[in-house]
């Protein structure tokens, strides 16, 4: 079943509170280096056929009336048929 | 006058709110949020709470709402629209108000009387307050903070649309201190804090809040 994914993220100049919470938990987790964190949405959409143009300017309606608000965020589009499972992180990776 | 409460699947204070409607003289008329009909009403209210679980955004899906349609359009023709908290939010997402609601800068719940300053007393909610009225009612809320960009926001400054401002704190990011604006035409108010709980002795935070169920009356129907 092909997927249309819709992202959407506070804009840049629209104040972030729980990207700056995640910010903020990092170095506190020993995680250090990270500048900023912003946080979004993603939304998976499953649709029947063909992702045609019109399908794509469907979701984009979509996306402008309900997904987002266009006065604090913005979005993009993009078509992902082939959803990848995360592989599950080893021992060793996680461990150092 | 009658004035209208609706009620949304979440909705927290609309019993609060028809309560206050009636001790600012008026007739509280229940609204069903999936009704398209407005039951000869002559102003509403969108009450606080939590519609529809706060899910996407708060007030995204209330937006969509069948009695919202009739809402927008009897706004249009002037009808007076109040929005509380969760209603203001309401509102901004059907852009009948610029700007939007996010959560509080400082992460948390905020509950806390709080003191504002009445603006614009020119709408048929604040007709009752002399102008620059200083005044405390109750605040509650998580994603109470109002952004625009900065253009919208002079513009509000300038056309005299912001109607309530916070005092002393920032309760929750507000851009300039802002509690409540009304929309060009001053026939629809959004308003974070919550008037509707400060109307009676008994609770809340005294009465100060009665003035915007007693403003009905004054200014537009006198």
């Known amino acids: 079943m092909p997927r249309v994914v819709v992202d959407v993220m506070p804009k840049p100049e629209i104040l972030d509170p729980q990207g700056k919470a995640v910010l903020g938990a990092l170095p506190r987790l020993g995680f250090s280096g990270v500048t ?23 979701v984009r309606r979509m996306a402008e009336t309900l997904l987002s608000n266009p006065v604090i965020e913005s979005f993009t589009v993009h078509v992902n048929d082939a959803v990848e499972d995360q592989p599950a992180v080893t021992g060793t990776a996680a461990g150092a | 006058m009658k004035v209208g409460v609706v009620t949304f699947p979440g909705s927290l204070d609309d019993v609060d709110a028809r309560r206050a ?11 069903w949020h999936g009704d398209h009909d407005l039951r000869g009403v002559d102003a509403v209210v969108l009450p606080g709470g939590f519609s529809y679980g706060d899910y996407l955004r708060c007030g995204a899906i209330s937006r969509f709402a069948p009695v919202m349609t009739e809402v927008v359009e009897a706004a249009g023709r002037g009808m007076p629209v109040l929005g509380i908290c969760n209603g203001f939010q309401v509102l901004c997402e059907s852009h009948l108000l610029p700007g939007a609601l996010i959560r509080n800068d400082h992460q948390r719940f905020v509950c806390r009387d709080q003191r504002l300053r ?12 002399a102008e620059g009225a200083e005044i405390t009612v109750v605040l509650k809320n998580g994603e109470g903070g109002f952004v625009a960009d900065d253009a919208t926001l002079d513009r509000l400054e300038g056309e005299g649309q912001v109607v309530a401002r916070y005092l002393e704190v920032n309760p929750n990011g507000s851009m300039r201190d802002i509690a409540g604006v009304a929309n060009a035409r001053g026939n629809v108010v959004g308003l974070m804090p919550h008037p509707e709980h400060s109307v009676e002795d008994l609770t ?17 129907w006198a």
């Not at chain 1, 900023?36 to 469907?58: N, P, S, Y």
């Not at chain 2, 100060?208 to 169920?213: H, I, K, P, R, V």
């Open chain 2, 118 to 129: 009445i603006e614009n007393t020119r709408t048929p909610w604040t007709g009752a307050y």
């Open chain 1, 36 to 58: 900023d964190v912003r946080q979004g949405k993603r939304f998976e959409l499953e649709v029947d056929g063909e992702v045609t143009d019109a399908v794509l300017e469907d």
């Open chain 2, 204 to 220: 809340g935070s005294g009465t100060d809040g009665l003035g915007f169920f007693t403003s009905l009356v004054e200014s537009v």
């Open chain 2, 21 to 31: 409607v009636g001790i600012g003289g008026h007739e509280a008329v229940a609204l």
